[in-house]
């Protein structure tokens, strides 16, 4: 059973930085695709970031150029770095994997079968 934590989510001004973590309770990367979602209240969750087994990435139109996702596979964790960050990105940010052989690189939820607890991030106008 794989357990993800996130952690480094907080309250940032606007134009600020965060770097959220999801440490992984196994070896995963190597055989799970990973990503971000977040989720505002009363809204859908929404695909932030993703990365395969083979490094490639894909990110959400809203966050490119922005926010860049990573993995240190000795630490099993992994992270996303949130740069010029805007009050539209306030949200609960949740670290994902998938054990499917292949996912959509439009992050469709039930694609995704484990789900962190969540960290919120809030940016200030």
């Known amino acids: 059973q794989v357990q993800l934590a996130e952690s480094g989510g907080g309250s940032v001004q606007a134009g600020g930085s965060l770097r959220l973590s999801c440490a992984a309770s196994?070896?995963?990367?190597?055989?799970?695709?990973t990503g971000w979602f977040r989720q505002v209240p009363g809204k859908a969750r929404e695909g932030v970031a993703l990365?395969?087994?083979?490094?490639?990435?894909s990110y959400a139109d809203s966050v490119k150029d922005r926010f860049t996702i990573s993995r240190d596979n000795a630490k099993n964790t992994l992270y996303l770095q949130m740069n010029s960050l805007k009050p539209e990105d306030t949200a609960m940010y949740y670290c994902?994997?998938?054990?499917?052989?292949?996912?959509?690189?439009?992050?469709?939820?039930?694609?995704?079968?484990?789900w962190g607890q969540g960290t919120q991030v809030t940016v200030s106008s």
């Open positions: 994902v994997a998938s054990s499917r052989g292949r996912v959509s690189f439009r992050m469709i939820p039930y694609e995704w079968n484990y």
């Open positions: 196994i070896s995963i990367f190597g055989t799970y695709v």
């Open positions: 990365i395969t087994r083979a490094d490639i990435t």
